[in-house]
């Protein structure tokens, strides 16, 4: 027989040991982006930031600085809810944020719709190579509106 400190003490180490994050399987369809993108446009350069899928979420920032001084930032994130995959953009960092539900995924390619939502309804994200193709779409004052980004990899 084992002394009761022994198993005591294994029984602490079990509880104490940090859970294994079983999120990750369910954001693969948006781990491609994880990383530095960086994209030149004519309102000043871009760059939007992705972490790691951790803890159900990926989180990410864009930036955008024209002439050395901050013109427009949003805070966004991913999350793995029971419902399925949710993007969610705070821009300027507004609260709360507008939330997104992923509608279609393959390999490379995901798309996010809020058919209620101002502008845009759809945020679109493909990957080709080592470059990242991003777009907003919907309808604006009754018209159709596209805004698109071509991010290139931060090495």
Partial sequence: MRPAWLMLSFVAACASAPARDTSAGALEPVAFLAGEWEATTPEGDVRESWGPPRGGAMLGTSHTVTGGRTVFFEYVRIEARAT???????????????????????????????????????????????????????TENGSARTATWSYRRVK
Avoid: C, M, W
């Fill in 84 to 138: 399925g995959l949710v993007y969610l953009a705070s821009p300027l960092g507004r609260h709360p944020p507008t939330a997104f539900a992923l509608v279609e995924s393959d390999r490379d390619r995901v798309v996010f719709e809020n058919p209620t939502h101002d502008f845009p309804q759809r945020v679109v994200y493909e990957r080709k190579g080592d470059r990242l193709e991003a777009s907003i779409e919907g």
